[in-house]
């Protein structure tokens, strides 16, 4: 558990993100914090706060601006490759972490970092609360969408909570990569660019679901 980081100390963090967002952002927000308390509890107890810290602060920088964030990314000497520059949508995952960082900073311990930083595309060799705070992003309660509905019905009617922790792990990758397919089957409906990084996902996802035996 991340002793620096309290229960009140949540609720101030709550409250003043509460302050810097639309109600329907905040609204998603909550979801998210609420969605991956129940992950970590299968997962990761031991991370359950600093988890809720990251899905309460993931999209501090969602609703700026596109000339903001590209101002914001210039400032900080952010290089971004052509599939990311070509894909807004994902950029809040790149200010986010930097934004924690300086104005949030009591959070900004690895684990909230890395979470926040690749909750929008997933990555190759996610970490544990890498992974479950993209899960989370993605089944939130308040997500309407088809796809959304759909994994997070398969993710809890599986009844991950019976299950050992090897299958439950197996579960959880099972559901990722069917969130990464969706995803991708997204974008290319759209005609719309796809990021490496989601690409390289997916073949994380795949690997931990199929791990290669040892010769």
């Not at 979470?115 to 997500?143: K, N, Q, S």
């Not at 019905?153 to 050992?164: G, S």
Request: net charge negative.
């Amino acid at each position: 558990m991340c002793k620096s980081i309290t229960t009140a100390a949540l609720d101030s963090l709550r409250a003043c993100v509460g302050k810097s967002m639309s109600q329907y952002r905040f609204s998603h927000t909550l979801g998210v914090e609420q969605a991956v308390a129940v992950l970590a509890a299968l997962y990761l107890p031991e991370s359950a706060v600093e988890l809720r810290a990251a899905a309460l602060l993931h999209d501090i920088t969602k609703e700026w601006p596109q000339n903001r964030a590209e101002a914001f990314m210039r400032a900080h000497a952010i290089a971004l490759r052509p599939d990311e520059a070509a894909s807004p949508k994902i950029w809040h995952g790149i200010t986010a972490p930097l934004v924690i960082a300086a104005e949030f900073s009591a959070f900004a311990t690895p684990t909230v970092l890395s979470a926040v930083r690749w909750h929008t595309t997933g990555h190759a060799d996610m970490t544990l609360p890498e992974a479950l705070l993209y899960l989370a992003d993605y089944i939130e309660p308040g997500r309407t969408f088809a796809d959304c509905v759909a994994l997070r019905r398969a993710f809890f009617e599986a009844e991950p909570e019976k299950m050992d922790m090897t299958a439950r792990l197996r579960h959880l990758w099972q559901i990722l990569l069917l969130s990464f397919d969706d995803t991708l089957a997204a974008l290319a409906a759209e005609g719309a660019p796809t990021c490496a990084d989601t690409l390289a996902a997916r073949s994380f996802a795949a690997k931990m679901i199929f791990p290669r035996k040892e010769a």
